[in-house]
T-cell receptor
Framework: GQQLNQSPQSMFIQEGEDVSMNCTSS?????WLWYKQDPGEGPVLLIALYKAGELTSNGRLTAQFGITRKDSFLNISASIPSDVGIYFC????????????FGKGITLSVRP | DGGITQSPKYLFRKEGQNVTLSCEQN?????MYWYRQDPGQGLRLIYY???????QKGDIAEGYSVSREKKESFPLTVTSAQKNPTAFYLCASSIQRQETQYFGPGTRLLVL
């Protein structure tokens, strides 16, 4: 089945630093989504990407849809303590039976 | 406010007992989903429904059942056949099946 790879499982950064995380797949996707999950809460959509090469920003967050359509990355600039959480990527193929496939997530810790 | 609500926040199940998790949305979304999340894992699809009175099994449907009698509601029953029910359960909805999914706050199920 389709799999999305996110690594490493955990990242530790200093407040104020930038961080980049990526998501790769052996399959081609037509939609990439990035979600953030706070502890004990549901994931919240950060950015949605629908076109290869697309670069979209949401405040300090920037995400790009890879040109090969097999990867995407998320950048967080000038990190703050509330950036702590789990960041999931999700991808969808086309077709009537397409479904959303999730990566396992990256847990981000920000040291003050 | 429009959104997705899940109740209860925490649920305890005794051995051999069926329990039902509630999911309600007032977003007028056609499609609804149930996911299971285990520590360090991505989201695994249990069931989904594209329209009222219709639902399909996801990747891990065994031991679970659902109903979709109303557009707004998609309750999940964890049956006694589910031998490892302890997990965080997330409900999501989207305008249609192919569209971006939005998540509820989750229900944590614990076995006594």
């Amino acid at each position: 089945g389709q799999q999305l790879n996110q690594s490493p499982q955990s990242m530790f950064i200093q407040e104020g630093e930038d961080v980049s995380m990526n998501c790769t797949s052996s399959s081609i996707f037509n939609t990439w989504l990035w979600y953030k999950q706070d502890p004990g809460e549901g994931p919240v959509l950060l950015i949605a990407l629908y076109k290869a090469g697309e670069l979209t920003s949401n405040g300090r967050l920037t995400a790009q849809f890879g040109i090969t359509r097999k990867d995407s990355f998320l950048n967080i600039s000038a990190s703050i303590p509330s950036d702590v959480g789990i960041y999931f990527c999700a991808g969808r193929t086309t077709g009537a039976n397409s479904k959303l496939t999730f990566g396992k997530g990256i847990t981000l810790s920000v040291r003050p | 406010d429009g959104g997705i609500t899940q109740s209860p926040k925490y649920l305890f199940r005794k051995e051999g007992q069926n329990v039902t998790l509630s999911c309600e949305q007032n977003l007028n979304h056609d499609a609804m989903y149930w996911y299971r999340q285990d520590p360090g894992q991505g989201l695994r699809l249990i069931y989904y429904s594209q329209i009222v009175n219709d639902f399909q099994k996801g990747d891990i449907a065994e031991g679970y059942s659902v109903s979709r009698e109303k557009k707004e509601s998609f309750p999940l029953t964890v049956t006694s056949a589910q031998k490892n029910p302890t997990a965080f359960y997330l409900c999501a909805s989207s305008i249609q099946r192919q569209e971006t999914q939005y998540f509820g706050p989750g229900t944590r199920l614990l076995v006594l």
